[in-house]
């Protein structure tokens, strides 16, 4: 399945640990594509894996996380306004 | 499906935050999601070091390795996790039986020469007479279970693509000098092209290979030689014809090769770096490729129709189901 990941964690004390910690753990299952926002196509299982990861991290009061899941990647179209760079493409 | 990553700039890949970074020649970094990394082919100049290796070989990531001149230099084959000494067994014992070994390899030639003939037969249906050819190879098809011995069965084969290759000039719609296939080193444009994508096809294989508990060193048709694994030569003759072929067809055809991605004062046997993409590109679109399956009733990429040859072979050892060769059936 293909999903968008986009996370909002507050900056108060402990804010900036957890900053880090989530984008250290997102990172191992979907691309960088801007400060707060990953994507990536990941299998039920891993965004399971990458749920329980990301559980003790997350501050259920303060912080929030919100994940657009699709099917597949062609049902998201996707544009870009100003640079366009492909950040998921698979050549480097 | 885990994705393929290609290295094409020079810079070093390191560990990081569990994860791997690829850092090219002006410090721009980018980090790979290390649980969607398949594999990584590296066609450029990287250095790396040991905890990035300790980090591929617990994910079980393959590296391929290629050299200036696109050719296969090898691969970092991480611990077998999937052992099975019981299999490995089968798997010696249908090497060692020739009658077994033959059985099998037969299997493949039939797979491969059966992909061959539709390969010829598309394109006869558009346009390129190569009636002839069919016909010829439909005659030699027939002497394949008959084969009594191993260099027999290899005879046939060889006859076999000796008559395909004469039908390329008629397929390929550019002006190609192409007589017979030459390796190490190839002598021509054509044959460079070959023996690129198929080295591209056995690492691929490889990879799927292993996912398996299958031994990649104990082949049939192949004789399984020392320092390289001859099981997934075996294996990718059956998607030489389908994957590799047709994509040298069309790249040729759409012109998206010419004389000019070569080098030409090396004689035409180095492809230039965008030449080289192009063609990994349009294998890895065509390896993600998704047709429906007619036994299993889903969709399934050409990529897992390789590992679904490592269950099927799996099976055959085991004596579980009689190996059966994919054959393009559509």
Redesign the interface.
């Known amino acids: 399945m293909y999903v968008i990941l986009v996370y909002d964690i507050k900056s108060d004390e402990g804010g900036a640990k957890a900053l880090t910690k989530t984008f250290k753990i997102c990172k191992k299952y979907l691309t960088h594509i801007q400060n707060s926002v990953f994507e990536g196509e990941v299998s039920e299982a891993q965004l399971l894996k990458l749920k329980m990861e990301l559980k003790p991290i997350i501050r259920e009061d303060r912080d929030s996380l919100i994940v657009f899941k699709s099917r597949n990647e062609r049902w998201i179209p996707k544009e870009m306004w100003g640079i366009q760079e492909d950040k998921t493409s698979n050549f480097l | 499906?885990k994705?393929?990553?290609?290295?094409?700039?020079n810079?070093s890949l390191r560990r990081k935050?569990?994860?791997i970074t690829?850092t090219?020649e002006y410090d721009e970094k980018?980090?790979l999601?290390?649980?969607?990394v398949g594999d990584i082919y590296v066609m450029s100049e990287m250095s790396f070091n040991s905890s990035l290796i300790n980090i591929l070989a617990q994910n079980g990531i393959p590296v391929h390795f290629f050299n200036y001149y696109s050719f296969y230099t090898g691969s970092f084959y991480p611990r077998e996790q999937l052992v099975s000494g019981n299999l490995l067994v089968h798997q010696v014992d249908h090497y060692s039986d020739s009658e077994k070994r033959l059985k099998i390899a037969k299997a493949f030639v039939e797979g491969a020469s059966y992909n061959i003939y539709r390969n010829l037969r598309y394109y006869n249906g558009r346009g390129k007479n190569v009636q002839v050819h069919m016909d010829l190879i439909e005659d030699l098809r027939w002497q394949i279970p008959r084969a009594q011995s191993i260099q027999e069965l290899m005879g046939y084969e060889g006859n076999i693509r000796k008559t395909y290759y004469n039908a390329w000039p008629t397929i390929i719609d550019q002006e190609i000098e192409f007589e017979k296939r030459v390796k190490n080193p190839p002598d021509n444009m054509i044959n460079t092209l070959i023996s690129f994508v198929n080295t591209l096809i056995y690492t691929k294989v490889l990879g799927e290979i292993y996912q398996t508990q299958l031994n990649p060193t104990i082949s049939y048709l192949h004789e399984p030689g020392d320092r390289r694994f001859s099981l997934s030569l075996d294996l990718a003759e059956i998607f030489k014809p389908i994957l590799g072929d047709r994509l040298i067809f069309s790249l040729l055809n759409r012109n998206q090769i010419t004389q000019k991605s070569f080098t030409k004062g090396l004689n035409y046997l180095h492809l230039t770096k965008e030449a080289s993409?192009t063609i990994?590109?349009e294998l890895?679109a065509k390896m993600q490729t998704t047709i429906k399956h007619k036994d299993l009733n889903k969709t399934v990429s050409y990529q897992y129709l390789m590992k679904l040859e490592c269950y099927k072979l799996v099976k055959h050892l085991l004596g579980e189901k009689e190996y059966e060769p994919f054959k393009i059936w559509w």
């Open positions: 499906m994705r393929s990553y290609y290295i094409y700039n810079g935050d569990n994860t690829f090219n980018k980090d999601p290390i649980e969607r993409k990994v590109a890895d």
